[in-house]
């Protein structure tokens, strides 16, 4: 079992930047990708970013460019760093980690508590 807990969610203006944090800690050796999903009111969650253990990244095309994720193999986390943030990317960000059969078998694997990140002026 993984066990995932975010942080750096906040209140943030449109054009500015939030960067989240995901500790992972438990079977952490096994873990094949890292993901950021998200989930605003009314829709349902969507992949953001994704990052292997190999290192390659993947990003929805609402975010390419302007948000990156990275991943610090001594202090067990992952970050999303996010930057010329819209309104519309306000949401639950929830951190995700798939064993290589979670991934396989198109299971979710663990999840984070979630946290709020708000877009408004």
């Known amino acids: 079992q993984v066990q995932l807990v975010e942080s750096g969610g906040g209140l943030v203006q449109p054009g500015g930047s939030l960067r989240l944090s995901c500790a992972a800690s438990?079977?952490?050796?096994?873990?094949?990708?890292m993901n950021w999903y998200r989930q605003a009111p009314g829709k349902q969650r969507e992949l953001v970013a994704s990052i292997t253990s190999g290192g390659r990244t993947d990003y929805a095309d609402s975010v390419k460019g302007r948000f990156t994720i990275s991943g610090d193999n001594v202090k067990n986390t992952v970050y999303l760093q996010m930057n010329s943030l819209k309104p519309e990317d306000t949401a639950v960000y929830y951190c995700n980690s798939q064993f290589l059969g979670d991934y396989l078998n198109g299971d979710f694997g663990s999840w984070g508590q979630g946290t709020q990140v708000t877009v408004s002026s």
């Open positions: 438990g079977s952490i050796t096994d873990i094949y990708t």
